[in-house]
T-cell receptor, first 112, second 111 residues
Framework: GENVEQHPSTLSVQEGDSAVIKCTYSDSASNYFPWYKQELGKRPQLIIDIRSNVGEKKDQRIAVTLNKTAKHFSLHITETQPEDSAVYFCAAPPGGSYIPTFGRGTSLIVHP | DVKVTQSSRYLVKRTGEKVFLECVQD?????MFWYRQDPGLGLRLIYF???????EKGDIPEGYSVSREKKERFSLILESASTNQTSMYLC??????????FGSGTQLSVL
């Protein structure tokens, strides 16, 4: 099965700073890498995803990068705002499966 | 908007009780999932279903069972609740099998 490691578990930044969350995966056949955001008391929601044929994808202030050789992918948030405060989960389905294995989550705190 | 509805936001049960957690989705999705969320452990898959009456075990199925009699409804059953099953339970559904839509969760406390 897939093993997904996520770091750091907690990240505290000042408003306006950048934040980076990193995940590594074990199955080299994995080819889809989503990120979910869970605000306090709310449901996780997909915010961005990337497929293995792409090295980087951007959506306004968030971006995801993928290094297939090293088997790691990262979420980048620029110009952080207090509303970015949430728990972020990375995920990767093992090759041949569509069921994602989730990382343990990163609690991002953005201080005004 | 996809709507995944879990019947209870908070639930308190006694050890040994049989517990039913209900989930309904309104988008005709084929796939439905039950996850358990615990601090520091992320989201762990209990069971999933890719069609009516079809079910597959996830990573932590022990102590749980599921039922999917209708496409829109996926139920999680705790046959005999134990204190170590106190947790947040999240239901999800998907059409594109890779993109999950989650419900708001049920916080279950077993006393």
């Amino acid at each position: 099965g897939e093993n997904v490691e996520q770091h750091p578990s907690t990240l505290s930044v000042q408003e306006g700073d950048s934040a980076v969350i990193k995940c590594t995966y074990s199955d080299s056949a994995s080819n889809y890498f989503p990120w979910y955001k869970q605000e306090l008391g709310k449901r996780p929601q997909l915010i961005i995803d990337i497929r293995s044929n792409v090295g980087e994808k951007k959506d306004q202030r968030i971006a995801v990068t993928l290094n297939k050789t090293a088997k790691h992918f990262s979420l980048h948030i620029t110009e952080t705002q207090p509303e970015d405060s949430a728990v972020y989960f990375c995920a990767a389905p093992p090759g041949g499966s569509y069921i994602p294995t989730f990382g343990r989550g990163t609690s991002l705190i953005v201080h005004p | 908007d996809v709507k995944v509805t879990q019947s209870s936001r908070y639930l308190v049960k006694r050890t040994g009780e049989k517990v039913f957690l209900e989930c309904v989705q309104d988008m005709d999705h084929e796939n439905m999932f039950w996850y358990r969320q615990d601090p520091g452990l992320g989201l762990r898959l209990i069971y999933f279903s890719y069609d009516v009456k079809m079910k597959e075990k996830g990573d932590i199925p022990e102590g749980y069972s599921v039922s999917r009699e209708k496409k829109e409804r996926f139920s999680l059953i705790l046959e005999s609740a134990s204190t170590n099953q106190t947790s947040m339970y999240l239901c999800a559904s998907s059409f594109d099998p890779e993109k999950l839509f989650f419900g708001s969760g049920t916080q279950l406390s077993v006393l």
